[in-house]
């Protein structure tokens, strides 16, 4: 009987191999616990290496023997996994959950928003984490803050009217919102030139009023003076376009410090990442076509999981991650995000019948005879209007019997009965 | 010291119990031999074997294990006897595994049975 060891680098060298098979047999989450424990208990009570072994082995096949068996309908478990729970969620319909000054879409409003695979969350966030340099000091982390958010020239004006007698717009300018934005005047002045209105000039005795003195022709309607002061009104001073608000929020990290972080109201991720002072390694948004676009469609997968998960999950509902899992996976298989529905997974299916089954049962029958298509009677569906058996759970099993192996059996079964009966 | 009787006995050889196909296989090399699917008998191809081997009895099929040694009410229920001859390793049929992908592999009933009567649960 071999000893036991207490190293666990020694015991490592002996069950090399296992544990490279194990490596690539598990996944790595799984396997690193089986490391670590092992590992663990090598160094408390000693471990032998054929121990070893024995525990990997076992940890292998409850492994294999936890997983779905070839033929179980997931689909439809998944289905009902999801939908029963969704129907305790429905008497809470359109209940929003406040993050600070936040409202957030939850529950099944937004939940029928990410399968319904919108291009746009009907409230769209993103939470920023910053730098080494900025997420520790609240002012830098605002300065970051007035990068990013959207501001206007109505934003920092108090008021801003035509002045018909000198023909000109008066733009006051509000010192607290110019405060809170972080932008001078000067900037503004600048913004309003680059208008090509006509010359910008400050008011000798209040700083904080411009007037744009107009260029106008001859003749010039009242619907053309207002449609300048709008222009006055949008002009950006800075920022990034679709982030309405931007919200400084502070948590205690891992290392215990009190970090800074921020919540946005609207969303743009290409943009965000680009900007100084933001860690692109962590920033979150809720626009999964974004994620889509810009990190690819594993991303927009796992953000998928991420999100349905966090609705089941706020509303108290213990819904198994692998069922999620699978519409995630369905949503995403063919390479970019698609709905569950009309214009997704339903509207798309390759039979012909399945379609016909899902809606326009007639149109889609015409269509798919005028394009000549060619069912194969594979799925669920197909088979159930052609009356045949199902390829799910034991309809999907197929059998042989061998007669000559028959035979044989029969002969055996014949000498038994007879030795038997002497 | 620490010897426990395992339920995976690597490398032993299967006994008395092994298949008749010329070969005597070792636990190992059999799960190795089953390339699609679970090394076990899924609980639907449980069922799809004793359904099918059922109605053929019921249809009057020789029955192709001793019956005599066993009770009245399995030897009068075609599903019983069905089971009965599944678990006595009696029907030579075989399973055929296939992904979606195209590959097909026809594997021994027997060696399903092996492979199920180590599992733990």
Redesign the interface.
């Known amino acids: 009987m071999s000893s036991l060891l207490t190293s666990w680098e020694e015991l490592k060298k002996e069950i090399h191999d296992m544990l490279e098979y194990a490596r690539g047999k598990l996944p790595k989450r799984i396997y690193e616990e089986l490391e670590s424990k092992l590992q663990k208990t090598t160094e408390e009570y000693g471990l032998a290496p054929e121990e070893a072994r024995k525990i990997i082995e076992y940890v292998l096949s409850e492994y294999e023997y936890s997983m779905v068996e070839p033929g179980e309908p997931v689909g439809t478990v998944a289905a009902q996994s999801i939908g029963e729970p969704g129907t305790q969620m429905t008497l809470r319909t359109f209940h929003y959950a406040g993050i600070r000054e936040f409202n957030v879409t939850l529950g099944l409003p937004r939940f029928i928003e990410l399968v319904d695979a919108r291009r746009e969350p009907s409230t769209p966030i993103m939470y920023i984490y910053l730098d080494e340099e900025h997420k520790y000091d609240e002012n830098k982390a605002k300065e970051v803050a007035r990068r990013i958010e959207y501001t206007r020239v109505s934003n920092v004006a108090s008021e801003i009217d035509i002045d018909l007698v000198n023909l000109r717009i008066v733009v006051r300018l509000d010192p607290v919102m110019l405060e809170d934005k972080g932008v001078t005047v000067d900037q503004v002045k600048k913004v309003l030139e680059k208008l090509k209105l006509g010359k910008v000039e400050q008011d000798p005795s209040d700083p904080l009023t411009l007037y744009i003195q107009l260029e106008l022709g001859e003749s010039f309607s009242l619907m053309e003076l207002q449609k300048r002061r709008e222009k006055v009104l949008n002009a950006k001073i800075k920022g990034i376009k679709k982030i309405r608000r931007v919200i400084i929020q502070s948590m205690t990290n891992e290392e215990g410090r009190i970090e800074y972080f921020l919540v946005t109201e609207g969303s743009n991720l290409k943009e965000v990442l680009n900007v100084p002072g933001v860690d692109p390694k962590r920033v979150y948004t809720n626009n999964i076509h974004e994620i889509e676009e810009v990190l690819g469609i594993e991303a927009a997968r796992a953000a998928l999981i991420r999100e349905m998960k966090d609705v089941l999950d706020e509303q108290g509902l213990d819904v198994d991650i692998r069922h999620i899992i699978l519409v995630a996976d369905i949503m995403t298989a063919t390479g970019r995000v698609r709905q569950i529905g009309r214009h997704g997974v339903s509207g798309e299916k390759p039979s012909p019948l399945a379609r016909a089954a899902f809606e326009m049962t007639t149109q889609n029958l015409f269509a798919a005879a005028a394009r000549g298509e060619v069912d194969k009677l594979k799925g669920i569906t197909e088979s159930v209007i052609a009356g045949r058996v199902i390829g799910v759970g034991t309809g999907m099993v197929e059998v042989r019997m061998n007669p000559a192996q028959v035979v044989k059996s029969m002969k055996g079964v014949e000498k038994e009965a007879s030795g038997g009966g002497n | 010291?620490?010897?426990?009787s395992?339920?995976?006995s690597?490398g032993k050889d299967l006994g008395a119990g092994a298949p008749s196909m010329g070969e005597e296989l070792s636990i190992e090399e059999l799960k190795k031999k089953i390339e699609i699917?679970?090394?076990w008998l899924?609980?639907?191809?449980r069922?799809?074997?004793i359904?099918?081997r059922a109605l053929q009895i019921s249809m009057g099929a020789?029955?192709?294990?001793?019956t005599?040694s066993l009770p009245k009410h399995v030897r009068e229920d075609p599903v019983l006897l069905a089971k009965a001859e599944l678990e006595a390793e009696?029907?030579?049929?075989?399973?055929?595994?296939?992904t979606r992908g195209g590959k097909v592999q026809?594997i021994p009933l027997k060696w399903l049975l092996i492979l199920d009567k180590l599992?733990?649960?």
């Open positions: 010291m620490f010897r426990t395992s339920i995976f690597l699917g679970p090394p899924t609980r639907f191809e069922a799809r074997v359904g099918a020789p029955v192709l294990i001793d005599s009696a029907l030579p049929m075989t399973i055929v595994r296939y026809p599992r733990p649960h």
